[in-house]
């Protein structure tokens, strides 16, 4: 009678951990791009944007959670791992974080990288990300 009820657990364990690392990697492709020009790219409208990033950071998950619900429900997600995984891949608290982070890393290290001829993307995965390590995790 325990080895039906733990495997039961474990399958129900792998599944909470697929869905955690798929939450964690999209939220983290979507937040440090954003964190990072938000920190250290000059374009008009940047202070507005983020002023909308710590506005959206006051909005309870409560009052957005039927409108999603209703959203899931018409693209025909409800059961399933996206209906899961969906509502939390833009984290408003993660991108502002990352921003803070990113503000006091040093320009003369993205522009150093620029000079080596690296893209904005790439200053973003192979300069920033590795820096960002103790603010990531």
């Known amino acids: 009678s325990d080895q039906p009820k733990n495997a039961r657990t474990q ?22 791009p954003a964190a990072y020009a ?15 990033v710590v506005f959206c950071i006051l909005i309870p ?7 999603v619900f209703l959203l899931l429900h018409k693209l025909g997600a409800l059961d399933s791992y996206a209906a899961l995984v969906l509502p939390f891949t833009i984290s408003v608290f993660g991108i502002f974080l990352m921003r803070q982070f990113f503000k006091t890393v040093p320009d003369d290290l993205i522009d150093a990288a620029r000079m080596d001829g690296i893209s904005e993307f790439g200053i973003v995965w192979r300069v920033m990300l590795p ?3 103790p603010a990531v995790t």
């Open 61 to 67: 998950p409560q009052a957005t959670a039927i409108p």
């Open 131 to 133: 820096t960002a390590i």
């Open 38 to 52: 938000l920190a250290k790219l000059r374009f008009l409208g940047r202070d507005a944007l983020f002023a909308l």
């Open 11 to 32: 399958a129900l364990l792998a599944l909470v951990y697929v869905v955690t690392v798929a939450i964690f990697a999209l939220q983290v492709l979507i937040a440090l």
